[in-house]
C-alpha cells in the first residue's frame, strides 16, 4: 500500500525549467516502478517517463527526450522529473504512479497507485 503525493507544478514561462516531486508515504520496495503521466485539458493522458527503483533503469517519452530526466532518491522515498526546456505543448496535470510488478510500462492501467496530481503550466 503507497501513498503517493506530488509538489512542484507551477507557472513557468516557455524555455523554463520546473522540478516535480512524488514523496511516497512508505517504503518503496525494489520491485517498483514509478512513472510521470500527463494529461491537458481536452486531451488523453500521456506516459512521460518512468524509472525502475532498484536498477534506476529509465524510459522517456519521445516528446520529452533530451529535455525531461526522471530520477529517485532512495533516502528520501522519493521520484522526481526535472523538466527543462518547457513549452506551451507541456502544460497538464502530471501525476506520479506506482506498479509494483514487472517491468516498466508506458500504459497508466497497469499503474495501481497515483498521486493526486500537480498542474504545471507553460505560458508563451
Known amino acids: 500500500q503507497v501513498q503517493l503525493v506530488e509538489s512542484g507544478g507551477g507557472l513557468v514561462q516557455a524555455g523554463g525549467s520546473l522540478r516535480l516531486s512524488c514523496a511516497a508515504s512508505?517504503?518503496?520496495?525494489?520491485?517498483?516502478?514509478l512513472a510521470w503521466f500527463r494529461q491537458a485539458p481536452v486531451k488523453e493522458r500521456d506516459f512521460v517517463a518512468a524509472?525502475?527503483?532498484?536498477?534506476?533503469?529509465?524510459i522517456h517519452a519521445d516528446s520529452v527526450k533530451g529535455r525531461f530526466t526522471i530520477s529517485r532518491d532512495n533516502a528520501k522515498n522519493t521520484v522526481y522529473l526535472q523538466m527543462n526546456t518547457l513549452k506551451p505543448e507541456d502544460t497538464g496535470a502530471y501525476s506520479c504512479?506506482?506498479?509494483?510488478?514487472?517491468?516498466?510500462?508506458?500504459?497508466?492501467?497497469?499503474?495501481?497507485?497515483w498521486g493526486q496530481g500537480t498542474q504545471v503550466t507553460v505560458s508563451s
Open positions: 504512479a506506482a506498479n509494483p510488478y514487472g517491468t516498466i510500462s508506458r500504459e497508466y492501467w497497469q499503474y495501481r497507485y
Open positions: 512508505e517504503r518503496t520496495f525494489s520491485s517498483y516502478t
Open positions: 524509472i525502475h527503483w532498484m536498477s534506476g533503469s529509465t
